[in-house]
């Protein structure tokens, strides 16, 4: 099955690294013209540039998704061309156990998580409806379905970013716009690099494939979604933990 996804273009938030770069990478690689978008453009248009040397279709946004403006910033993206496929991929964490969790690390993580999605999506379909055809991918987290010590607002936010999916999948799919959500669970990154062998150890021991997830384990998944071959799923959450939540 070869996936084609020539003469569209995806806006992917949070690209600048991580799972959102290899989103966009991957997105590039099956032909789509990939917006690159993040808070820091030196960090986006290396990526966009990594793209473009390897052959695809790239530019990086600078994007604040918390800014007063974003709608205006979305707005102006396509009125200069259109989105077909809006990953919402960025997102913050600030931990800490419930009963010492501050009110702005609350908010933080839900305007970051949450609203930006409600932002940027809502600008972003109006035109998919009337072209009658789109895919919105959200990149929610297992997190959002098993819940985790420590995370209470990462946690909320994305079971809400998973309800807000499967609510919109059913006001828009008849416009022949599909909405699913994509659930990663522990994804190899600089953060568990640094972790111990016996710390990584018994990470990997909770997961059924015994192994870390890759970000491309992750970019693979949200590419299946954009594509042709996706067209009859939509209110879905794709489980992409290894097997550590089932």
Same mark, same amino acid.
Request: glycine share 6%.
């Given at each position: 099955?070869?996936?084609d996804l ?7 938030t949070g690209?600048?690294?991580g799972?959102?770069a ?9 032909g789509?013209?990939?917006?690159c978008?993040a ?10 540039k990594n793209?473009?040397?390897?052959g %695809? ?5 600078? !994007?604040? #998704?918390t800014a007063?403006? @974003?709608?205006?910033?979305?707005? $102006?993206?396509i009125?200069?061309?259109?989105i077909d496929?809006?990953v919402?991929?960025?997102g ?10 501050k009110?702005e690390a609350w ?18 379909v ?8 789109g895919?919105?991918?959200?990149i929610s987290s ?12 990462y946690a909320?936010s994305?079971?809400?970013?998973? %309800?807000?999916?499967k609510a919109?999948? !059913?006001? #828009?799919?008849?416009?022949s @716009?599909?909405?699913?959500a994509? $659930?990663?669970?522990f994804?190899?990154t600089?953060m568990?690099?640094?972790?111990t062998a ?10 059924a494939?015994?192994?870390l997830?890759t970000?491309?384990?992750v ?12 067209g ?15």
């Open positions: 099955m070869k996936i020539t003469g569209k273009t995806a806006l992917v690209a600048s690294r799972i959102g290899s989103i966009a990478l991957r997105l590039a690689e099956t789509a013209h990939v917006l978008a808070r820091s453009a030196d960090a986006v248009n290396e990526v966009a793209i473009v040397d390897n %695809g279709l790239a530019i990086g946004v600078e !994007l604040d #998704i007063a403006d @974003v709608r205006e910033r979305i707005k $102006a993206l009125e200069q061309q259109p496929i809006l919402n991929n960025a913050i964490t600030a931990d800490d156990l419930f009963i010492r969790m009110p908010t933080s993580v839900l305007r970051t998580n949450l609203d930006s999605a409600f932002h940027i999506t809502q600008e972003v109006k035109k998919m409806i009337r072209a009658r055809w895919r919105v991918i959200n297992i997190v959002g379905l098993m819940g985790n010590v420590g995370q209470a607002n909320a994305k079971a809400a970013l998973i %309800g807000f999916t919109l999948a !059913l006001e #828009i799919g008849s416009r @716009v599909t909405v699913n994509i $659930a990663p669970g994804i190899s600089t568990t690099e640094a972790m016996e710390a990584r150890k018994a990470l990997e021991d909770r997961i494939l015994k192994r997830g970000t491309d384990d970019a693979y998944a949200t590419v299946f979604l954009a594509s042709e071959q996706a009859y799923i939509t209110g879905t959450v794709l489980n992409v933990s290894g097997g550590l939540y089932t």
